[in-house]
């Protein structure tokens, strides 16, 4: 290996990260400048290329271009529309997604697994196509010059502040409601309340008393005092945040289970109820199901919210 | 991070815009990049060469100097001179730079 091909590797390893129509100019100039400076210096070539360090970086320079996708002025737009996108847009594609699954008659776990199919390829397509939007957006800007803010901030920009009561009042409303839930179980299991002919029945089916019936009384228990904690403290953190959304967790996932099971209500209770010539569609175990990790998940995004503004 | 590294890096972004500023006073006459390059550095304006060259490139885009190669030497080279609209911003950077050295001049006056 010569040492002038040295030079040449270099500049053509600079200009290669370089648009085409400056390419040969600077070429030119490198190759110039990097002679001098041997010459002047009585340095080699190998010190003199080692001095001006990696040719990406030097191409950067000349390129005049960020070394960067997105840059300070987009990047907040651009995570606003992706966080919004991923997690408004993506989570009711994929309901939508899975009640049109479960009305075609597919099962719920069929339905499950295709929306998180879907979520998983929708999701990455958004990241990749939403990122390749504001990168070329930022490029065009930087070529024109124009990387101020579009429109100038102003304080009336500034998010609205939380209203303190207003959350207290949904968490309360919350607890009670799961405390009610919570009685009501414990009541329907201990009063027998249904009439069955001669004998009292239980509502729910009792088998689950000695199973899913546990998790979900431990769950509506959790999220109760997790909601009288809330109200009672002002330090709301995302630790609380996660263990009310495990309790929620473990409420909503063993009920959902339960439901699409049809393992819900005692079935002798339910064939006097339903009287003999019908039959509780599927539909609705599956939407109620549904509706029910629905609800869960919301209020469990909904506390970590709170937990981080 | 050492207080030394400190004040070095913080040197620096001092020194960042005034590397501009000491091209557009030097390029009256026509000069190349490496020799300019000595000048600066000569002259105790710290810079290498993989900031001045890319930089006397975005001036010269942005038409505050012009450039023309020189083939008469044995090495051709681009040769750098300020443009008319250069001198006008030369002369705003170095009003600028007055007033800066003087406020600071007053700010620090108490602390030297």
């Known amino acids: 290996m010569t040492a002038s091909s040295l030079t040449e590797r270099y500049v053509h390893e600079v200009v290669r990260w370089i648009p085409a129509d400056q390419r040969d100019d600077i070429a030119d100039e490198l190759r110039a400048t990097i002679a001098d400076t041997v010459e002047a210096r009585g340095a080699t070539e190998r010190e003199v290329l080692t001095e001006m360090g990696a040719p990406a970086r030097l191409a950067a320079r000349y390129a005049d271009r960020p070394p960067a996708l997105i840059g300070p002025d987009l990047f907040p737009v651009y995570k606003r529309l992706l966080v919004g996108l991923l997690s408004t847009v993506l989570p009711l594609v994929a309901a939508a997604l899975m009640l049109l699954d479960i009305a075609d008659g597919k099962s719920v776990g069929a339905a499950i697994g295709g929306a998180v199919t879907m979520v998983l390829t929708v999701g990455a397509q958004m990241i990749a196509w939403v990122t390749m939007l504001f990168a070329l957006v930022e490029r065009s800007l930087h070529r024109r010059g124009a990387t101020a803010r579009t429109r100038a901030w102003t304080p009336d920009d500034l998010p609205a502040p939380v209203q303190r009561e207003r959350r207290g009042a949904a968490t309360l409303t919350s607890a009670v409601w799961h405390a009610l839930l919570l009685v009501l179980i414990i009541w329907q299991h201990v009063a027998k309340p249904y009439r069955l002919g001669d004998a009292r029945a239980q509502v729910l089916d009792p088998a689950l008393w000695s199973g899913w019936i546990w998790p979900i009384l431990l769950g509506l228990a959790g999220i109760v005092a997790l909601n009288l904690i809330q109200l009672t403290t002002r330090d709301w953190t995302v630790p609380l945040a996660a263990v009310h959304a495990a309790a929620h967790a473990i409420f909503a996932l063993p009920v959902a289970y339960v439901l699409s099971r049809h393992m819900l209500f005692d079935p002798n209770v339910l064939t006097d109820f339903n009287g003999p010539d019908w039959k509780t569609p599927d539909a609705f175990y599956n939407v109620t199901a549904l509706a029910v990790l629905a609800v869960s998940a919301g209020q469990a995004i909904k506390r970590f919210r709170e937990a981080r503004g | ?112």
């Open chain 2, 1 to 112: 991070m050492t207080l030394d590294e400190l004040i070095l890096g913080q040197a620096q972004e001092l020194r960042r815009g005034t590397v501009v500023l000491a091209c557009l006073a030097l390029l009256d006459e026509p000069q190349y990049g490496y020799a300019l390059l000595e000048t600066l550095n000569n002259a105790g304006i710290a810079v290498d060469g993989n900031t001045l060259y890319p930089l006397l490139r975005r001036l010269d885009k942005q038409g505050l100097l012009t450039s023309e190669w020189n083939t008469d030497e044995s090495r051709p080279r681009k040769f750098y001179r300020v443009s008319p609209d250069g001198s006008r911003v030369r002369a705003g950077l170095i009003r600028e730079w007055q007033g800066l050295v003087a406020s600071i001049a007053e700010l620090t006056k108490e602390s030297r």
